[in-house]
């Protein structure tokens, strides 16, 4: 029986994966009157007077909303709220099993920017923070900061910035195998939409100075702004510096390392031969990734990561998200910043230690009981030191 058969059976058996269970016991007359009429009017009483206490009294402390409107789905492209609703539900079970933290899906039957931020703004008193996902870009990207900018909850759209977090761990690890620095390696990026774009900007603040960025019409290139959406403008800022109008076979030769967040078969063999001693490639195109896993490896690739369980150094969200939102919760962030995002990539790759480093294990796996810890501690370490805890 195969993967997606068993999965169809599994989630018509369940109706579902979750489920709400009790914090307190509810099996008498004072049960009864402590958890609702009339005690619950004391608690509610106290957050009138200081909303700040719903952290003390309700669930708000450890909850996050997992908010989708279909139209990106991993994958599947543009499904719809319903069909979306087996991810959400989904992400919510890998915040409860890997984070602790009580998550609900809500998928939104509109696919209005305006719409979209009025609705997340006003579920989110119910809620300690939001989780995007699934929202194409660039409209993923005008939400999540105006939501940053208009709530003080932490609002994080995990498609573009769990990617990255991720990828930046990995890639810090995968330099020190190869012996090579952050600043002196050249990158070419395959798909510059939600998750490219933040890799893109997530590398170049770990230092990497040469970035080339390729969409579906080839190289970014400033001249051509007039072309672009807002997000691809700001990523001419910094990318191909020298405004070089190449073919991506073209800016391989001069790359160190390969991002892919595109299509399959969009890196050839020849394409990773004819680049740089000790090529890196992420390949993360899924299902199927932009170079099959066999090809990199017998084109010659040090390193090799993709976004699949079935081939070592998976580059998997799961190892970001739960940590980072467990830890921002813990202090009661207002918000996740760069700063904190770019500690959770070091935490993550400090897991691998040195002597454990090596070519087909350059990041934790994605089921390593290790990882949500130590992404939390890093986040609210940074998040206390940035004073935006309350």
């Known amino acids: 029986m195969d993967i997606y058969k068993q999965s169809l059976e599994m989630h018509e058996k369940a109706k579902g994966k979750l489920s709400v269970e009790l914090k307190v016991p509810l099996t008498s007359s004072e049960d009864l009157s402590l958890a609702y009429t009339p005690g619950v009017a004391q608690p509610c ?198 405004n070089k109008r190449m073919t991506m076979s073209e800016a391989l030769k001069e790359a160190d390392v390969f991002i892919g967040v595109s299509a399959p078969g969009v890196l050839t063999k020849e394409m990773v031969q004819g680049m740089q001693e000790n090529p890196i490639v992420f390949a993360m195109a899924n299902p199927e990734p932009e170079i099959s896993y066999q090809d990199a490896i017998d084109a010659g690739v040090a390193i090799m990561a993709t976004g699949r369980s079935d081939f070592p150094n998976q580059i998997n969200n799961v ?6 939102f467990k830890g921002a919760l813990s202090v009661r962030a207002k918000k996740i910043t760069e700063e904190m995002k770019l500690a959770a990539s070091y935490a993550l790759a400090s897991l691998v230690k040195e002597d454990e480093l090596k070519a087909d294990y350059i990041i934790p796996a994605a089921l390593d009981t290790r990882v949500s810890d130590a992404v939390s501690n890093a986040v609210a370490k940074k998040a206390k030191e940035l004073g935006i805890t309350r």
């Open 45 to 242: 009483l106290e957050i009138a007077k200081n909303k700040e206490m719903a952290y003390q009294y309700t669930w708000k402390s450890n909850s996050v909303a997992v908010i989708s409107d279909g139209s990106a789905v991993l994958g599947l492209g543009n499904i719809g709220p319903e069909a979306s609703l087996p991810v959400m539900e989904g992400k919510a079970i890998l915040f409860k099993q890997f984070a602790g933290i009580d998550a609900i899906p809500l998928c939104l039957d509109t696919q209005d920017t305006q719409e979209i931020i009025s609705i997340c703004k006003a579920v989110a008193p119910t809620f300690g923070g939001i989780n995007l996902e699934d929202i194409s870009a660039p409209r993923c990207v005008e939400i999540e900061r105006t939501l940053i900018k208009e709530l003080d909850i932490p609002v994080f759209h995990d498609d573009q910035h769990g990617t990255a977090i991720v990828v930046s761990a990995g890639l810090i690890n995968a330099l020190k195998v190869v012996n090579k620095k952050m600043e002196d390696i050249t990158i070419v990026v395959s798909g510059a939409g939600a998750a490219g774009s933040s890799i893109i900007k997530m590398v170049h603040a770990l230092g990497v100075k040469e970035i080339y960025a390729f969409n579906i019409d080839g190289i970014l290139l400033k001249e051509d702004n007039d072309k672009y959406d807002f997000l691809s403008k700001e990523l001419t800022e910094i990318t191909n510096k020298q």
């Open 319 to 324: 190892l970001a998200f739960p940590g980072l």
